[in-house]
């Protein structure tokens, strides 16, 4: 008889102030874990946020219902890293696509501050500075510091016989606790997929043929022409 894994796993299609957080994980059982403190990972923390404050009535009971996990101190630190180190001026996705569950809040957030000449037409694509700053507007304004965990994840397991927690998270500082509903909100930069044709290239060309994760125009050096 195939035994049935409960595991649930959604795929998510200038810094923060310093981090507190209301408790200490270690030995704790928390409902619902995010792993991953990026775009999709805060955005969708912030949405449960909405949702969770309708069903109990108050807000600060989320805080021992979610957490949020990152390897980083802060939350889109990763999201920051690579944008910056590809040259990214502008997105490419439209002005509601973010973080925050009001749709046109990117829009509202550049009125106000007199800076729509960086929503680029004709879908109002926000500059990459405007976008990082619109999304720390909407962290420190719901406060998503308390439920964010500089927590790096080294071992995810279903133990048998847990019932109500049956998910054991572990840190690489083997720091662990329970949760009952597990998010992966991670992308691929930990798991990245080259194509086999490219192997042979990678090997000859390391240091030009590269992953987008890797890549870094501050730290590339300029092709010379033969």
């Not at 690579?82 to 925050?100: D, N, W, Y």
């Not at 992966?184 to 044709?197: Q, R, V």
Request: hydrophobic content about 35%; aromatic content about 10%.
């Amino acid at each position: 008889m195939r035994k049935r894994f409960h595991f649930y796993v959604l795929r998510i299609t200038h810094y923060v102030s310093p981090i507190t957080q209301m408790l200490n994980l270690n030995h704790q059982n928390i409902p619902i874990a995010i792993i991953g403190g990026g775009i999709h990972g805060v955005s969708l923390a912030m949405r449960m946020l909405r949702d969770m404050s309708k069903t109990h009535g108050t807000e600060p009971r989320a805080a021992k219902h979610l957490v949020i996990l990152d390897r980083y101190p802060h939350p889109l630190t990763a999201w920051r890293r690579k944008t910056e180190g590809q040259g990214m001026a502008f997105l490419r996705s439209p002005a509601v696509h973010h973080i925050s569950t009001n749709p046109l809040g990117v829009v509202e957030y550049a009125r106000g501050r007199n800076r729509t000449d960086e929503l680029a037409p004709p879908y109002s694509q926000p500059s990459a500075d405007l976008f990082l700053d619109f999304c720390l507007h909407e962290i420190e304004r719901q406060q998503i510091g308390r439920f964010y965990y500089p927590f790096d994840v080294a071992t995810l397991r279903w133990d048998k016989g847990s019932r109500r927690f049956p998910f054991r998270i572990i840190s690489k500082r083997n720091e662990g606790f329970r949760a009952r509903c597990v998010i992966l909100a991670i992308g691929s930069d930990d798991c990245p997929y080259i194509p086999p044709e490219f192997a042979p290239w990678r090997r000859r060309f390391p240091e030009r043929i590269l992953h987008s994760r890797d890549f870094d125009l501050r730290t590339l050096e300029p092709v010379r022409k033969p």
